[in-house]
């Protein structure tokens, strides 16, 4: 029996029913190792915010949770009137973790309340000026909240890249200016705009997901011959040629075709047609493997409907059977149960005092005694989890 009135079986059954509401609430958050932080339970999720930059927020759950409250934080370096300023960047202005309680706080709307908040009002990032500070100097000693690092990974903890569209040639050069510069405090630099290079450090790695350039497409395997502007094949024939090859059209076509110019475009068209054609041969060969393709993901789709069909109805039925061993309907059990009790108690009183309890004093006087006991143990539970469900202390 551990200090808060319920052994480790209690405690795990409630850690897995507040993890079901975090993904019933947030259907995005996705479940991340914690290698170095045995016993912990960690989960990542992205916001994109309204300039399309996307940052990530970290939910862990500590082994004492849910007795212990969720550490929050986000991987960037940003500011928010909700953030801590210690440099781990903890969520600490929502409400609900500043009075976390085990049985009625719900993390699953704690958490989607702070994404709300911070897509609502977006956190602004951190130029590495305001950074260098909190750098070198570390957080206070009086601070007891851990950091937690993300792991040393080429992305974040989603599978996406600190990039958005148009930010690649900024980070870029953003890179390049400053090992000019000669900026080497802690691997932790900015570009112009402020905003943080995707690069995190973990046990005193820098791994930096700058992503790689991409090859050069390859070059056409045709070129288009340039356009002459003299011609001498015409040049050299007179008034009267010019005007009888106007006058006659198979004779013109005849002498087009010695013309050197009109050899080379010829050519290239002809090439032109062959290549299309047997391009378009080769993608009507796959003509039956995509339809049977087709197919198979419009199987797989049906099969997929199914089992989240299947899923959804298991989904509920959890929620059902966690819902009958929740703090409020263990209350109203017992509360249930207590009145039953002092109700078949007053019964017995009534028989006794009217004379129509049959058996001895002194068997009514046990059984009295069994049922108001009864009574007396679950009204003192009653209270007792009252108490823990309204956050009181034992």
Same mark, same amino acid.
């Given at each position: 029996?551990?200090?808060?009135?319920?052994?480790?079986?209690?405690?795990?059954?409630?850690?897995?029913?507040?993890?079901?509401?975090?993904?019933?609430?947030?259907?995005?958050?996705?479940?991340?190792?914690?290698?170095?932080?045995?016993?912990?339970?960690?989960?990542?999720?992205?916001?994109?915010?309204?300039?399309?930059?996307?940052?990530?927020?970290?939910?862990?759950?500590?082994?004492?949770?849910?007795?212990?409250?969720?550490?929050?934080?986000?991987?960037?370096?940003?500011?928010?009137?909700?953030?801590?300023?210690?440099?781990?960047?903890?969520?600490?202005?929502?409400?609900?973790?500043?009075?976390?309680?085990?049985?009625?706080?719900?993390?699953?709307?704690?958490?989607?309340?702070?994404?709300?908040?911070?897509?609502?009002?977006?956190?602004?990032?951190? &130029? #590495?000026?305001?950074?260098? %500070?909190? /750098?070198?100097?570390? $957080?206070? *000693?009086?601070? =007891?909240?851990?950091?937690?690092?993300?792991?040393? &990974? #080429?992305?974040?903890?989603? %599978?996406? /890249?600190?990039?958005? $569209?148009? *930010?690649?040639? =900024?980070?870029s050069s953003s890179s390049s200016s400053s090992k000019n510069n000669g900026n080497s405090s802690g691997g932790s630099t900015s570009n112009k705009n402020g905003l943080?290079?995707?690069?995190?450090?973990?046990?005193?790695?820098?791994?930096?997901?700058?992503?790689?350039?991409?090859?050069?497409?390859?070059?056409?395997?045709?070129?288009?011959?340039?356009?002459?502007?003299?011609?001498?094949?015409?040049?050299?024939?007179?008034?009267?040629?010019?005007?009888?090859?106007?006058?006659?059209?198979?004779?013109?076509?005849?002498?087009?075709?010695?013309?050197?110019?009109?050899?080379?475009?010829?050519?290239?068209?002809?090439?032109?047609?062959?290549?299309?054609?047997?391009?378009?041969?080769?993608?009507?060969?796959?003509?039956?493997?995509?339809?049977?393709?087709?197919?198979?993901?419009?199987?797989?789709?049906?099969?997929?409907?199914?089992?989240?069909?299947?899923?959804?109805?298991?989904?509920?039925?959890?929620?059902?059977?966690?819902?009958?061993?929740?703090?409020?309907?263990?209350?109203?059990?017992?509360?249930?149960?207590?009145?039953?009790?002092?109700?078949?108690?007053?019964?017995?009183?009534?028989?006794?005092?009217?004379?129509?309890?049959?058996?001895?004093?002194?068997?009514?006087?046990?059984?009295?005694?069994?049922?108001?006991?009864?009574?007396?143990?679950?009204?003192?539970?009653?209270?007792?989890?009252?108490?823990?469900?309204?956050?009181?202390?034992?």
């Amino acid at each position: 029996m551990s200090d808060y009135g319920y052994d480790a079986r209690s405690q795990q059954h409630f850690r897995d029913q507040q993890i079901a509401e975090l993904r019933t609430h947030n259907p995005v958050a996705r479940q991340v190792p914690t290698p170095h932080q045995p016993g912990t339970t960690a989960f990542s999720i992205g916001l994109q915010l309204k300039d399309r930059t996307i940052i990530t927020m970290r939910i862990a759950l500590s082994k004492d949770f849910p007795q212990a409250p969720p550490v929050i934080q986000m991987l960037s370096k940003c500011s928010h009137p909700w953030l801590s300023q210690d440099g781990y960047f903890c969520v600490i202005g929502h409400a609900g973790l500043k009075h976390w309680n085990s049985h009625t706080s719900n993390l699953g709307r704690i958490v989607k309340e702070i994404v709300n908040e911070f897509c609502t009002r977006p956190p602004a990032r951190l &130029t #590495s000026r305001a950074n260098t %500070g909190s /750098t070198r100097a570390g $957080p206070p *000693s009086s601070v =007891t909240q851990h950091s937690y690092q993300p792991p040393p &990974t #080429s992305s974040t903890p989603l %599978g996406i /890249t600190n990039h958005h $569209p148009g *930010s690649q040639s =900024t980070t870029s050069s953003s890179s390049s200016s400053s090992k000019n510069n000669g900026n080497s405090s802690g691997g932790s630099t900015s570009n112009k705009n402020g905003l943080m290079p995707p690069s995190y450090s973990s046990g005193g790695k820098t791994t930096d997901t700058t992503p790689s350039v991409a090859p050069p497409k390859p070059s056409k395997s045709w070129t288009m011959p340039d356009v002459e502007t003299t011609f001498p094949e015409v040049q050299s024939l007179s008034a009267s040629e010019i005007q009888s090859l106007m006058d006659d059209d198979s004779a013109l076509n005849t002498f087009c075709g010695t013309v050197d110019g009109v050899q080379k475009f010829t050519a290239v068209l002809t090439a032109l047609r062959k290549k299309n054609g047997d391009a378009a041969e080769k993608n009507l060969s796959h003509e039956d493997e995509i339809t049977t393709l087709k197919t198979e993901i419009n199987s797989l789709h049906d099969v997929l409907k199914e089992k989240k069909k299947a899923y959804d109805a298991l989904v509920e039925r959890q929620r059902a059977i966690l819902s009958k061993s929740s703090p409020t309907e263990l209350i109203r059990k017992l509360q249930q149960s207590a009145d039953q009790l002092e109700l078949e108690s007053e019964e017995l009183a009534d028989e006794f005092t009217n004379d129509d309890y049959e058996n001895s004093q002194k068997e009514w006087q046990k059984e009295f005694l069994k049922q108001r006991e009864g009574y007396h143990r679950r009204k003192a539970m009653i209270t007792r989890y009252t108490e823990l469900s309204n956050g009181g202390e034992r």
